[in-house]
T-cell receptor
């Protein structure tokens, strides 16, 4: 039972480099999310995709772009990495994005630890 | 002011103790409420949903007070394995979650 799979698990970048974080889920979920977690800040939503073909900004979208490649995959791209983007990044998915399924939990991948030097 | 506020702790308790965590949220339009558990350097995992009528799952009891915008989690008979960070989570429309900063619990032998 893979659930939500993130790659890579660790990455070190230099300021200005670009990279894409990959996320895939095998639960046939409609909605997918990218969060970052910083000490004392809790998880903050970067972007989300309520369904295949749609993406929307979350709380902290600046410096990031996303692609919902298909129902399974949702990638996060840093075009020009900055030290402020050093963080742990979590991808999550859930079955529905509508209020009708408001109690559907989100399932998380095990994170990508990203350091920008 | 943060949308979801929690006491960061840590709460250091002996095995067998009862411990309670509190959480307040500021958005009265919030629809759903959860407690997630996060172990050190691991991903968050759903512990339980929180309902207005209160709900219990084994040693865990969650309560919601919509009028006061207050959520609680009670853990009875604490185990060493309960040591983790507990995240209070609130959902608005569209399945967007807002996380509190977490409360760290350390259960000692």
């Amino acid at each position: 039972n893979a659930g939500v799979t993130q790659t890579p698990k660790f990455q070190v970048l230099k300021t200005g480099q670009s990279m894409t974080l990959q996320c895939a889920q095998d639960m046939n979920h409609n909605s997918m999310y990218w969060y970052r977690q910083d000490p004392g800040m809790g998880l903050r939503l970067i972007y989300y995709s309520a369904s295949e073909g749609t993406t929307d900004k979350g709380e902290v979208p600046n410096g990031y772009n996303v692609s919902r490649l298909n129902k399974r995959e949702f990638s996060l791209r840093l075009e020009s990495a900055a030290p402020s983007q050093t963080s742990v990044y979590f991808c999550a998915s859930s079955e529905r994005g509508s209020a009708q399924y408001s109690n559907q939990p989100q399932h998380f991948g095990d994170g990508t630890r990203l350091s920008i030097l | 002011r943060k949308e979801v506020e929690q006491d960061p702790g840590p709460f250091n308790v002996p095995e067998g103790a009862t411990v309670a965590f509190n959480c307040t949220y500021s958005n009265s339009a919030s629809q759903s409420f959860f407690w997630y558990r996060q172990d050190c350097r691991k991903e968050p995992k759903l512990l339980m949903s929180v309902y207005s009528s209160g709900n219990e799952d084994g040693r865990f009891t969650a309560q919601l007070n919509r009028a006061s915008q207050y959520i609680s989690l009670l853990i009875r008979d604490s185990k060493l394995s309960d040591s983790a960070t507990y995240l209070c989570v609130v959902k608005r429309a569209g399945n967007m979650l807002t996380f509190g900063g977490g409360t760290r619990l350390m259960v000692k032998p």
